[in-house]
């Protein structure tokens, strides 16, 4: 309708963005945060499967993180990425910059945020604040943008997998690679900028992800999803914290 009626031209906002020079970034204070997905083939098949990922970047070591699903990032499962990322991390940033996804942002005002409920109480549990770029404003956070399409290039592109176990494992060592070669921005290795970062970012403790809490009895056990687990007998009738992830149970 546009292009028929010659009116693109017309409506075309005659506005043009200012660049300004960004100011050094500061260690372990901020970290890029962005999705994507593509359709991956089958190993030795012509069937192809969908992969969800989360790109997490340290702005100033260029260090990164990826956690892989097949299914849609839900608020729960964003956090859990998070949560994988600050386990590989060790450490977790003073601020997290997003876009206006709706498992962050419900709603932006005059640069007022109104944060996902859930999201939001997760944020304040771990000690980070949120951030947002403008709506449709892909460039206010372009370092992640790269890593997005860096991941999608260099790593999904041209392999095939047996599955999301299978594409995990490769993951992993990719990423080992991708954070240990010379970055084209910094000409420096992220892994070595990384471990100077990491010096300025808060520690993280497994436990602060665990959210369900049982109470140890006199006998040194807990109860989860009918079964016993036998723990210290220094616990005894003390509150722990548990967390099952990859089918293993962690107490703390």
């Excluded at 593509?38 to 989360?54: A, C, G, H, I």
């Excluded at 997003?98 to 549990?125: M, P, S």
Aim: contains cysteine; charged residues 25%.
């Amino acid at each position: 309708y546009m292009q028929k009626r010659d009116l693109r031209r017309i409506h075309t906002d005659p506005r043009k963005r200012h660049y300004e020079p960004v100011v050094d970034y500061i260690p372990g204070n901020l970290i890029q945060v962005d999705l994507g997905e593509l359709n991956v083939p089958y190993d030795n098949s012509q069937k192809t499967f969908k992969v969800y990922f989360v790109c997490f970047v340290l702005c100033w070591s260029r260090y990164m993180y990826v956690s892989f699903s097949t299914s849609h990032y839900n608020t729960d499962k964003f956090i859990d990425a998070h949560n994988e990322a600050f386990e590989h991390f060790g450490a977790i940033p003073s601020e997290i910059l997003y876009d206006q996804t709706k498992l962050v942002v419900i709603n932006e005002q005059y640069r007022e945020l109104t944060l996902n409920n859930a999201f939001g109480k997760y944020a304040l549990k771990m000690g980070f604040s949120v951030n947002a770029c403008e709506g449709y404003d892909p460039e206010s956070k372009g370092m992640v943008e790269k890593s997005v399409s860096y991941v999608k290039s260099s790593f999904l592109i041209g392999r095939e997998f047996k599955g999301i176990e299978d594409l995990q494992k490769q993951s992993k060592e990719w990423l080992q690679n991708a954070n240990n070669r010379i970055h084209g921005t910094t000409r420096l290795v992220p892994s070595e900028q990384f471990k100077i970062e990491k010096e300025s970012m808060s520690f993280y403790n497994g436990s602060m992800a665990a959210t369900e809490i049982r109470i140890a009895d006199k006998t040194s056990l807990i109860s989860y999803k009918g079964l016993k687990y036998s723990i210290p007998t220094i616990y005894q009738n003390q509150k722990v914290r548990i967390k099952e992830q990859d089918q293993v149970l962690h107490i703390y």
